[in-house]
């Protein structure tokens, strides 16, 4: 195995069956680490938005609570408080998904291809370009 960047097109990523051997190969294993890149980026954003909103459902004052008495009916703190609890599962699995995307792009760029490299770099590149104004926005 080559401990070195190079340029070619041949290569194996991730497993046997994704096996490169001819330019066309390279070009779409190129693009769907490229598109793998940006989703990483894409997830990263999500999971900013989540905590944002997570953030917002708590109640103002946590400290508060205990001291206020309980209203007849009233379950507005259970309310946020289970609201706060979807968010944070979201988060969770966001997570997950980000972790084994990450993985998966670092082990096709520790195939030294230079070509991998570039794809990953310029996904990652157009990710963020793209996904975090976006960010304001949620």
């Known amino acids: 195995m080559q401990m070195s960047f190079y340029f070619s097109d041949t290569v194996v990523l991730l ?23 940006m989703l990483y980026e894409a997830i990263k954003m999500g999971k900013a938005t989540l905590l944002r909103r997570a953030l917002q ?10 001291l206020a008495e309980p209203e007849e009916g009233g379950t507005g703190t259970s309310t946020a408080q289970g609201r706060w609890f979807r ?38 590149t157009l990710g963020y370009f793209l996904v975090y104004p976006l960010l304001g926005r949620g």
């Open 15 to 37: 497993f046997d069956f994704w096996s490169v051997h001819t330019p066309t190969g390279m070009a779409l294993s190129v693009l769907v680490i490229l598109l793998l890149s």
């Open 57 to 66: 459902a708590l109640p103002r004052s946590l400290s508060q609570d205990p």
């Open 87 to 124: 968010y944070h599962v979201g988060q969770t699995l966001f997570h997950v998904v980000q972790v084994v995307l990450g993985y998966m792009v670092m082990l096709a760029v520790m195939s030294y291809n230079a070509w991998i490299f570039l794809g990953a770099i310029v996904g990652s």
